[in-house]
């Protein structure tokens, strides 16, 4: 059956080695199955590639990919997802953004577009409704992103929308970002040098079409509890005064409190300093606040600097990431010297917080002397350095000396270099994220399973974070609330690590936003289940336990991708700053992570074997993954249930 | 002296950062806060967090203080 609602029900596929297109049916039991967003991009991943492709290869898919909500005006739905196998990890590589692009697609006809093969010549792919054009761009590479966004804008007119690389995707760094609009950007796992492979230069979007509805009076009674609970409900003050009105930057001066603020290359989670870059003294260089798609919370800020050296700064953000990965991170506490370096990863198209941690791995290694003033071009990389850092970001865009190695990321960087291993913080190849696992306990476990290695967006948990004891309650019984809601004990971190992870392979399936599903935590199962049904026409969407098991499904599939590609267990391990240095200073002194229990209690409810890494054959069954599991038997043998 | 650190909207509410005050208890502590501050904290007590040392703590009354700990207020976020 097609489908009518909530879908475009059209999958569009491009070829750029053979600058062709072709449009498929999306059909409603694969909607059933993997809903949209990145469950689908799963499924099709999957069974577009092989094992092994090398992700800058012309075999290797680039899919943008909508959810039934984009653009049907659900608060907090604005947003939209990219997939591909990652440049930087070799493995599971995904981002989302935020702004107008994602529901544009869906008003030009599309729920996914396929990118596939490789142009000989910079092109752009242009979507205009129905009509699709592969626009010769050589005048556009080696453009920056906002220059590129003008020039297309200017172009095409500037009712179209424009996600784009600029000269970090175009020199393949493998933590390049693709920047959308400006400042959205899909900042992880490298899909701007899956772009930069591919001689794409951008994508340009505008759709006239509209999202249909199947029953608009139910529908709408469901964006009016949205609104409710946006503005009158329990968590709508504290999301307007915290989240709306300094937007992520909140999280500084909170995260430092607890012990939890990534510090000197996260040799500690405590700094003094912290309040300079802080979500109020941002605000001071605010010139904008503005907001995605139909969102209600509105977290997104312009910022601009007007004095002293990097006047004329004008860029989105930064975001509580960023100010972290360029700032404390590297002790530097010149708020105007982070939205100018925040600016110029924007402009490159660099990811934020890969940045930071390859730039932060630079200064320690040279602190601790393994890296030298000659090796850097006579640069002297000390902590604290504004300057030092803004080089070597130039020298990893252009690959110029030593940023040809730390252009492929900090774990490529630490082997090739032969030094310094254990100050290059990663997971599974991608560097970690702005949180610490000796202070907040999950976080260990949720970078060690994330399948796109340290990972804050698919599984972190907030009612650990500052404890939110009456959700710990309703979703995982009173009796476990002192437990859950103690961030430095590892107990029951399994139970709502895995709950998390199955509502964000939902929530990035949809697709809505980690703001209102994340913190605060209004939307849950529940919410989604009032959601789907009157929107898609799909009854099934309906039932909760149904829900949970799509969840459940996708989050097995994307583990099998990277199982299919030879990463399994062996790759859950944390960097040894986190689980063998006990944290020196701040709230959380004296602490460390231990994974292990985390981890066996987490493989207990996902079903999967603790020794092999892998899912029992009996999971993958009961998730109808049958397919998945007979592919991997080629190269693994598939442990079962014990009975009796 | 036990040190109170204010964040986010009710420091920019409260004009005020820090505020060093003596006592044993927290809700002794919290008690002797300027006035213009305890406004601020009472318009969003319904959402207020309380931490001392980088852990929330719910039952103000039972909390003893030691001179040098710390106490941190502000107002639900999360998520980074």
């Known amino acids: ?644 | 002296m036990v040190r109170i650190r204010i964040h986010g909207i009710l420091k920019e509410e409260c004009g005020v950062e820090v505020i060093d005050i003596e006592g044993t208890y927290l809700n002794e502590i919290m008690s002797k806060l300027p006035k213009e501050v305890k406004n601020v904290l009472m318009k969003y007590s319904k959402y207020l967090i309380v931490l001392v040392n980088g852990r929330r703590v719910y039952d103000l009354e039972s909390i003893q203080l030691l001179p040098n700990d710390y106490v941190d207020l502000m107002i639900p976020v999360g998520g980074g």
């Not at chain 1, 493995?91 to 953004?97: K, L, M, P, Q, T």
């Not at chain 1, 933590?175 to 994508?203: C, E, H, N, P, Q």
């Not at chain 1, 009158?232 to 307007?240: D, F």
């Not at chain 1, 130039?394 to 252009?407: H, T």
Request: with cysteine.
């Open chain 1, 1 to 644: 059956m097609s489908l009518k609602w909530g879908y475009t029900g059209k999958i569009l596929y491009v070829d750029l080695s053979k600058s062709k297109y072709w449009v498929e049916e999306l059909k409603e039991s694969l909607a059933k199955t993997y809903v949209g967003g990145s469950g689908l991009a799963a499924y099709i991943l999957w069974n577009l590639v092989d094992g092994g492709v090398d992700p800058l290869s012309p075999e290797n898919p680039l899919i943008i990919a909508t959810g039934p909500a984009t653009g049907a005006l659900a608060p907090s739905a604005g947003r939209f997802a990219l997939v591909s196998k990652s440049p930087l990890t070799n493995i599971w590589g995904e981002s989302h953004a935020g702004g107008f692009f994602g529901p544009e697609v869906k008003y030009a006809g599309y729920d996914v577009v396929v990118v596939l093969g490789k142009s000989s010549t910079p092109v752009s792919l242009v979507i205009d409704d129905g009509n699709v054009e592969i626009y010769r761009s050589t005048g556009l590479w080696g453009l920056n992103t906002r220059d590129t966004t003008n020039e297309l804008r200017s172009r095409f007119g500037k009712d179209y929308h424009v996600m784009c690389i600029g000269p970090a995707g175009e020199e393949l760094v493998r933590f390049a970002s693709v920047i959308v609009d400006y400042y959205r950007a899909f900042g992880r796992t490298g899909l701007g040098a899956v772009m930069g492979s591919k001689r794409l230069k951008a994508v340009v979007v505008r759709g006239s079409k509209s999202v249909e509805v199947y029953d608009p009076d139910k529908y709408l009674e469901v964006l009016e509890d949205i609104l409710w609970r946006n503005s009158e409900g329990p968590w709508a003050l504290p999301a307007q005064m915290s989240l709306g009105r300094y937007g992520t930057p909140s999280l500084v001066t909170a995260m430092n409190a607890i012990g939890r603020l990534p510090t000197k290359n996260h040799w500690t989670g405590f700094w003094g300093r912290a309040d300079k870059l802080s979500g109020d003294e941002l605000l001071k260089y605010r010139v904008s606040r503005g907001s995605c798609f139909s969102c209600m919370i509105m977290c997104k800020h312009v910022t601009k600097v007007s004095n002293g050296r990097y006047e004329g700064t004008f860029s989105g953000g930064p975001e509580y990431e960023s100010i972290v990965a360029l700032g404390s991170n590297l002790l530097i506490d010149n708020i105007e010297a982070v939205i100018y370096m925040n600016q110029l990863c924007n402009l490159y198209g660099l990811d934020t917080i890969s940045t930071g941690k390859v730039l932060s791995y630079v200064f320690e290694c040279y602190e601790k002397g393994l890296i030298s003033k000659e090796e850097l071009g006579g640069l002297e990389a000390l902590w604290g350095s504004e300057e030092a850092a803004i080089t070597l970001i130039n020298m990893i865009v252009r690959r110029e000396g030593i940023g040809n190695i730390l252009a492929e990321g900090v774990r490529r960087a630490s082997e090739v270099l032969g030094r310094g291993y254990e100050y290059a913080l990663h997971v599974k190849g991608l560097e970690v994220s702005a949180q610490d696992p000796r202070g907040h306990k999950s976080v260990g476990l949720t970078w060690a399973i994330s399948v796109r290695g340290a990972d804050h967006l698919r599984s972190l948990t907030t009612v650990d974070e500052l404890g939110y004891r009456d959700i710990a309650a309703e979703r995982f019984g009173v009796d476990k609330v002192d437990d859950v809601c103690d961030r430095l004990s590892e107990k029951y971190k399994g139970l709502i690590v895995k709950d998390q992870e199955d509502l964000f392979a939902l929530v990035d399936s949809i697709i809505m936003c980690k703001y209102g599903t994340m913190w605060p935590p209004m939307y849950y199962f529940d919410f989604i289940a009032k959601l789907l049904p009157p929107l898609t026409g799909i009854k099934e969407f309906g039932d909760v336990k149904n829900l949970r098991l799509i969840a459940e499904r996708i989050v097995n599939l994307k583990r099998c991708f990277n199982l299919r590609e030879g990463v399994g267990k062996e790759s859950e391990v944390l960097p040894k700053r986190f689980t063998e240095e006990p944290m020196p200073t701040g709230p959380s002194k004296g602490q460390v992570c231990n994974l292990e229990p985390m981890l066996r209690e987490y493989y207990m409810y996902r079903g999967w074997d603790y020794e092999s890494g892998l899912p029992y054959e009996e999971t993958l069954e009961r998730l109808g993954l049958d397919y998945v599991a007979n592919e991997l038997k080629k190269k693994y043998v598939l442990p079962r249930l014990k009975h009796g």
